[in-house]
């Protein structure tokens, strides 16, 4: 059984969603825990969001991450910046990846935690899909000299970095952004998908595509700073991205044009 500690900073909302969420979903195959850098106790509005879903709270707890430093993890996930820059030194430790979702208690939203819960709760069942056996027969080391060659065509970069910062994108939003035709789109998204760098779904007749969740955590890194110090470069298709009439969503609708194929 694989062991899974999220991490953020107090431990008392995102970290608590993603430790209860994992143990509803796939208790049979990660033993999962939840720790805090500066623990504090666990806001009243996690454990309502999470009763609302009708998952357990039992045994949920705030924690300080010195309490587990000498155990093993073979997943180390952060869901905040400041939580994964302690989480990259992580003695003995297996995978690292940094989930960075918003902190819903400084939100003006009433339904932050609620949908807090829902964004986390999908890259959790995303994560288990991934880790299944099926899955991860499919998963290859990408080497260093391959994740540089992907970076080295204009289209692969931008198509990456405009996924990084959107989550999550398909074929036609790249299309509307980058305004290139859909056969090129296609044949990048088709190279950086085979390499490991993406994952795709298919959503009806439409191929989304997200950085993929086991990316190393040094590419993923690099991925980052590149997005922070490109604001010029992606001025311009972020701007397009933006004006795209009738802009998929990932719940279910469609873009107003001709659909496209991956190939």
Request: proline share 6%; charged share 25%; aromatic share 6%.
């Amino acid at each position: 059984m694989q062991r899974v500690l999220f991490v953020c900073t107090a431990n008392s909302a995102r970290s608590q969603m993603a430790e209860a969420l994992l143990r509803h979903l796939a208790s049979d195959r990660f033993e999962v825990f939840s720790a805090g850098t500066e623990p504090s106790v666990i806001d009243p509005r996690t454990l309502k969001a999470l009763q609302d879903y009708g998952l357990a709270t039992t045994g949920l707890a705030s924690k300080s991450i010195g309490s587990l430093a000498d155990q093993h993890f073979d997943f180390v996930i952060s869901l905040c910046d400041k939580a994964h820059m302690e989480c990259r030194h992580w003695p003995g430790r297996g995978v690292v990846m940094a989930w960075d979702f918003p902190d819903p208690k400084i939100s003006s939203d009433p339904k932050a935690f609620a949908r807090t819960l829902e964004d986390i709760g999908e890259r959790i069942r995303l994560f288990v899909r991934v880790n299944s056996k099926d899955v991860k027969s499919e998963l290859k080391s990408i080497q260093p000299v391959d994740f540089f060659k992907s970076l080295a065509d204009d289209t692969r970069l931008l198509s990456l970095l405009l996924i990084e910062q959107e989550g999550e994108l398909c074929v036609c939003e790249l299309m509307a952004a980058l305004e290139l035709p859909q056969p090129r789109i296609s044949r990048h998204l088709g190279q950086l998908r085979k390499v490991g760098l993406l994952l795709d779904r298919r959503q009806g007749q439409w191929v989304f595509y997200r950085i993929h969740p086991l990316l190393n955590d040094w590419m993923r890194d690099i991925l980052r700073t590149t997005l922070e110090h490109s604001t010029p470069l992606l001025e311009l298709p972020r701007a397009r991205l933006s004006a795209m009439p009738g802009r998929p969503s990932p719940q279910g609708s469609i873009c107003d044009q001709e659909p496209v194929h991956d190939l």
